[in-house]
Structure formats: C-alpha cells, structure tokens
T-cell receptor
C-alpha cells in the first residue's frame, strides 16, 4: 500500500533538472508532496487532486496521472536550497489518511 | 500562533519504562495526526484525531501505544513498556478539516531513544 518513490537518491549539480516519481497500486484521490531537510520537520510543497492536474510554483512543479496512479515532481534549474528528502503522500478514495513513500534524497552540489 | 509544537524534543528512556509526548497543534486546526519516522523512511501513520475523536488507528500500532486529545486541543501519545524498536522520531501534524486533505503542518518531532 505504501507508494513507491523513484529514484531513491539523486545527486545533481546546481542548475540541473530532476524528476522524482511516485506510484501507487491503489486508486488515488490526491497526492501530496513534502520536502524534509535533515533534522527538520517535513514542509508542504503542493497537493494534486485526481483529474490529471498539474501544479507548480517557482521552479518546482508536479503532475498527477490518475489513470496510472502516478505523480511526478519536477525540479528545474535546481538550487542548493532544494537539497533534502522529498516525500510523496497518497490519499486513497476510501480513507482519510496519507500513506507516505520512503522518500527520495536529493543532493545538490555547487 | 507559532505552529505545531512538540514536547519534549528529545527523550532517552530505559527499556520497559513508559513515556508520554505532547503535541500542541495550530489552534484553529481540528485534525491532528501522529506519525513515527525512522532513519531513511517516510513518516509512518500511527493515529488521527478529528477534534477529540480518534477516528483512525494504525493496525501496526500495538496495545502499548495510546493517544488522547481531550477537548480537541493538545494531544498526548503514550508508549508503555518501551522497547528498543520504539526508538524513532515521533512527529505530530495538524490540518484544517476538508476533503481532500489540506496542507498539514508538522511539528519538529520528539526523538525517542530507548536504551
């Protein structure tokens, strides 16, 4: 039931792009993306609802393919501040709890 | 309001002892969640309150774990007869009610070490 995130880790140079994927075996109502820096609490990035929407702010955007039960997070022209672990949380059609993936660790080098 | 606060930030306890953590959510939020996070993993759902009602509890949660939210304000999570496997970061989050779930705000967590 836990969504599967890929890749597990990414190392980039500043300015490069990254894609983080999140897939579920169950029908999804929404997908949530959070970023957690070491020793800190997770911080909200965005929520995507079923209907195939795409969202973004600044240089971070995401898409949600309801039919494939997948979401992707896109980070363009990455900055050092983007470093951290990215988690997707999925909300099913029939319950109200978020199930979290294991995370994707993103390391940005100058 | 300064966000979700958790107390204590760190707790070291001997195996077999009981521990209690406190979470103060954002005041206007009626949903409150408890999660457990171990190194390299995402938050694992423990339980969820809407106001004072505990609506969901993970089946993974043993009887040694109990949570309360009297009067729908702060919440406590108690672990009885702690085991070394209980060592983890315990996160509390709160959100406003709504479907889909709206943005959740996390506290800084309580790091539990059982020795």
């Amino acid at each position: 039931q836990q969504p599967v995130q890929s890749p597990q880790a990414v190392i980039l140079r500043e300015g490069e792009d990254a894609v983080i994927n999140c897939s579920s075996s169950k029908a999804l109502y929404s997908v949530h993306w959070y970023r957690q820096k070491h020793g800190e609490a997770p911080v909200f990035l965005m929520i995507l609802l079923k209907g195939g929407e795409q969202k973004g702010h600044d240089k971070i955007s995401a898409s949600f393919n309801e039919k494939k039960q997948q979401s992707s997070l896109y980070l363009t022209a990455s900055q050092l501040s983007y470093s951290g672990t990215y988690f997707c949380g999925t909300e099913g059609d029939s319950n109200y709890q978020l199930i979290w993936g294991a995370g994707t660790k993103l390391i940005i080098k100058p | 309001d300064t966000g979700v606060s958790q107390d204590p930030r760190h707790k070291i306890t001997k195996r077999g002892q009981n521990v209690t953590f406190r979470c103060d959510p954002i005041s206007e939020h009626n949903r409150l969640y408890w999660y457990r996070q171990t190194l390299g993993q995402g938050p694992e759902f423990l339980t969820y309150f809407q106001n004072e009602a505990q609506l969901e509890k993970s089946r993974l949660l043993s009887d040694r774990f109990s949570a309360e939210r009297p009067k729908g304000s702060f919440s406590t999570l108690e672990i009885q007869r702690t085991e070394q496997g209980d060592s983890a970061m315990y996160l509390c989050a709160s959100s406003a009610a709504g479907r889909p779930q709206v943005e959740a705000f996390f506290g800084q967590g309580t790091r539990l070490t059982v020795v």
